[in-house]
Each structure stands twice: as C-alpha cells, then as structure tokens.
C-alpha cells in the first residue's frame, strides 16, 4: 500500500523567519489587499484573525506588530523545511506556498512503522517552532484533503483513511470558490457524495479539472509530482521583532542559526571551513562578518567560540533589525583526527591556534610566508592573509635556506668554518641592481649555523642563522 503524508504550514514564513516570541502579537499583512495573512499565537489570542483588515487590526490590538507579506521569502521557507526534513524521508515534493507532500511507504521498514516516522517529523517541526497540519493518505491528493479537512487526526489504518476520506467536507478541498458554490447548489456537501457520481455526470456538469482532481484523490490518475533536492549551501535569517544594539542580545539568535547550521552539516556528514554573519541595520545597509575554521568544521560550541572572539573586534553601528548565517564551502570530507596516543592530545594545535588569533584579531592581521618568484634571497618570500588560498607562484627552494633571514646582509665577524657550499647566486642585472654572490653554510666558535656569502671583491658577509 502506498501512503502519503502531507504537511500543511498555515503560518510558514511567520514561523520560519521571525524570531519567535511568546508575548508579541506579530501579523504578516498582503501589500495588495492590505489584510492580515499569517498571525503569530500571541496575535490570535487577542482575537485576531486571519483576513482582517489594518483598521480593525489595530483596534482590537494596538501592540499588533505588522510586516509585509513575500511569496519569494515564503518559497525559500519552504525549500528550507524540506531540506530539513530530507534526512528523515527521502522523497519529498513541495506544493507551494506552504505544503509538502513525503512519499513514507518506502521508509516505514526503516522505520518499523508509522509511529516512529511521525514522531521524528513532529519533532523536526517543533524545533524549528513550525505549527502545521498534517494528513496520511493512499494518494498525494487524499493525504493534502486529509490535511485541510481532517487536522489533527493522523492514521494509517486503511479502513478509517477511506471512511474519513468519505466524510471530508468538500469546502476543505482546494477547488475554486465558483465549484464549490455549484457543489452546495446541487447538495452535496461531503467529498463521498462527489465521489458517488457517475463519471459522465461529473463531466457534463463540472470543468475537467475537477473531473482530473478527483480522479489524483482516488488514485484513477497518477498526481505530477517533481521531488526535491536539497541544496549544497546554506543559508538561514532571522528578522528581529526588536531592534537590537548590544551584542550580548544578539548571540542567541547567532548560536540559533549557527546550530541550524551545524544539524545541515550533521545530516550530510560534511563540514565547512567558513560562515559568514550578516547583519541588517536600520538604514538598510548590510554587515558581513566572515569567520574562519582552522579546517573543515561542524560542532556547534567550536563554532560559537570563533563566533564570540570575532564579534569582539566589532561594533555595532546602528541597531541590527535581521541576523543572517551563510554558508557556501561545503566539504564531504571530515578533518583528520589527532593521533590516540598523541602526547599533546586534546591540547590546541597549530591550525586551531591560527583560527582563534584570526578570529580575535582579524583575518588580515594573521599572516603566513609564500615563496615569491625572485633569485634575491631577501626578495624570495612575501607575508600574505592567511586564508588566502594556497597557488603557489614559485616552488620551494632546493638548497638549504635558514630560518631566521636578516633584513640587509650584515659584515661578518669572527672566523667561521665552512660547512657546506659554494652555492652561487647571480641576478639583478635587468633591475639596475646586480648581485654577484657564493653562499656557504658555515658554523662559528659558539656552534652556530650561519648562512654566509661572499661577494667578488672577497668581502664577507652573514645574511641568516639556522635555528
């Protein structure tokens, strides 16, 4: 038997986007017509409902706060419920603006029935604070009507799915008003008694739509459905109720999201190496903050930690009306764990130290060496961002260079004894600046490795020390 469930989210870009609050009646208002479309649970228990104009709106609640109503945002809130619903049923189709059909039938042996299935899809819901109505059917049709006009009462039993099928009210299913009006001119009021009608009959009184919409609900015709694959990006916002100043107000919504994110990245079992915060201010204008990983991350307190360190290097301007997390590097491939028996297990290492004075101080602030294309040896390396990707532009050098290079060649003083060379270096013709040089590794009286060299006139020199 197949069965599907169908989930029906009257509130979705309410819930989705908004952040939530108990206590302020929030209402998304359509531009067009200027009525209340999606109310928050505090709205509708000061008596508000939706349809209701601006006007009596704001009489019956003065503390109503109202906000534009967008078909792309609530598109978007959509595709981002189903990307979190994906890990838990594989085939899902959306049905905009706010339903989602999950074919289950094929996960119910994973599952080992329905209970289960249903308990992870609710608890999905209830975290992501979506309120929903849900309905099961044999057909994707019959489980969008059992939605509408059956909410609350979710079966699998095959029996009670065709009776309550039978008892709908046909005002619950999506036809247009002109249909449903001809419906009640005939009599009919339940979808069994629709469904008892002569197909000719149904033909010759009805446009063929509803005559194809009934035949998807009894499963005559197979629904078109186009199944959902989830995006390899992240991105989730946050519009305040509040304007907000203070950082400390802030980072509970930024630890919101960044969890969001770390459960996509969990799902995959992937990682990334980089988010970025986005702030809308009150002028309209943006603020990104990028933050940087040591390597490819997905736990959400490492994640926080890099997140409170970079906001400490900034302020806020003006007050932040939305909060946005962005991810775009995704990475399949987990970072490489430390050894077991490792005597520094546990302790920091050096990417994660990298990562934390990045975050602290900047990424500009924290450099590395990269060769440089160059014969001069002062010359041959450059200090760029650490982040900036590895293309290298010149190779490593083959022969020994010391770790501490001198700014300018110093005279050198005292005798040395010479360990290792000639290595000759000439260059600098085209530049109007030639050198002539024959470098040595050499060792002093105190044991020191030197790197030394002489010039043509047999003057010498100490331009570096092994450490």
């Not at 009894?218 to 959902?228: H, N």
């Not at 013709?429 to 470098?439: F, K, M």
Request: charged share 15%; glycine share 6%; with cysteine.
């Amino acid at each position: 038997m197949s069965l599907w469930l169908y989930l029906h989210c009257p509130s979705l870009l309410l819930d989705s986007l908004y952040a939530p609050s108990s206590v302020q009646a929030v209402g998304l208002v359509s531009e067009q017509e200027g009525r209340l479309v999606q109310l928050s649970v505090a709205a509708s228990t000061h008596g508000l409902n939706t349809g209701m104009g601006l006007g009596a709106a704001a009489l019956i609640c003065h503390q109503l706060a109202v906000y534009p109503y967008c078909a792309v945002k609530e598109q978007s809130a959509l595709e981002q419920l189903a990307t979190q619903l994906y890990p838990l049923v594989a085939e899902i189709s959306l049905n905009p603006p706010k339903g989602l059909w999950l074919h289950v039938s094929p996960m119910l042996a994973l599952y080992q029935g329905f209970p289960p299935l249903w308990q992870a899809v609710t608890q999905t819901l209830v975290e992501s604070g979506i309120r929903y109505q849900a309905g099961v059917g044999q057909t994707p049709r019959a489980a969008e009507l059992m939605a509408y006009g059956h909410a609350g009462k979710v079966s699998v039993d095959p029996e009670h799915l065709q009776a309550a099928l039978q008892q709908l009210p046909l005002a619950a299913a999506p036809l247009p008003e002109a249909v449903k009006t001809q419906f009640t001119r005939l009599g009919l009021s339940q979808l069994g008694d629709l469904i008892a009608l002569p197909t000719a009959s149904l033909t010759r009184r009805f446009p063929r739509s509803v005559v194809d919409y009934l035949a998807e609900v009894s499963g005559d015709k197979p629904t078109p459905l186009r199944y959902f694959q989830p995006p390899l990006q992240f991105f989730q916002q946050r519009v305040l109720l509040f304007e907000l100043s203070e950082q400390a107000h802030l980072l509970p919504i930024i630890e919101n999201l960044v969890s969001a994110l770390c459960r996509f990245l969990e799902q995959r079992s992937a990682c990334t190496p980089a988010l970025t915060l986005g702030f809308s201010l009150r002028d309209g204008c943006e603020e990104t903050l990028p933050v940087m990983a040591a390597h490819g991350e997905k736990d959400v307190e490492r994640w926080m930690a890099l997140v409170r360190l970079r906001l400490t290097s900034w302020q806020v301007s003006q007050p932040v009306t939305a909060v946005s997390v962005r991810a775009t590097q995704i990475d399949c491939h987990q970072p490489g764990q430390t050894d077991l028996f490792s005597a520094q297990q546990g302790e920091q290492n050096r990417d994660e130290l990298v990562a934390t004075l990045a975050a602290r101080l900047g990424e500009e602030a924290v450099m590395r060496l990269a060769y440089v294309d160059h014969h001069r040896p002062e010359a041959a390396s450059q200090h760029v961002p650490h982040h900036h990707s590895a293309t290298p532009t010149a190779s490593a050098p083959t022969r020994p260079r010391p770790s501490l290079l001198l700014p300018q060649p110093t005279p050198l003083i005292g005798k040395v004894t010479l360990r290792e060379g000639p290595e000759r270096i000439v260059t600098g013709w085209w530049e109007g600046a030639p050198i002539q040089r024959d470098y040595f590794i050499a060792q002093n009286a105190q044991q020191q490795w030197l790197w030394v060299f002489r010039t043509p006139e047999q003057t010498w020199f100490l331009h570096g020390w092994f450490s």
